[in-house]
């Protein structure tokens, strides 16, 4: 919960909707995989924040004007 708090901080920061697909897309993006010798039941991955973060600086700077799959505020 407070990887996506972050996500939507930062987008709104920046004055740009951010969906909630797209919180989760970026979140399952910038995650790695476990170590091959994890066990199973662990989750899809390791949790990479400040990846998400920078995907999400990313399509921010590719396009100003991007809505991130949210509704317009403006």
């Known amino acids: 919960a407070a990887s996506a708090a972050l996500l939507h901080s930062r987008a ?3 004055s740009a909707a951010l969906a909630p697909e797209t ?3 970026l979140l399952i993006e ?3 995989p476990h170590r091959p010798d ?6 899809g991955g390791i949790l990479d924040t400040a990846r998400a973060l920078a995907l999400l ?4 700077d590719a396009d ?5 799959g949210g509704p317009d505020d403006g």
């Open 30 to 32: 910038s995650a790695h």
């Open 64 to 68: 100003a004007s991007i809505e991130l």
């Open 23 to 25: 919180v989760k897309q």
């Open 12 to 14: 709104q920061r920046r």
């Open 57 to 60: 600086d990313q399509a921010l």
């Open 38 to 43: 994890t066990p199973e039941g662990n989750g």
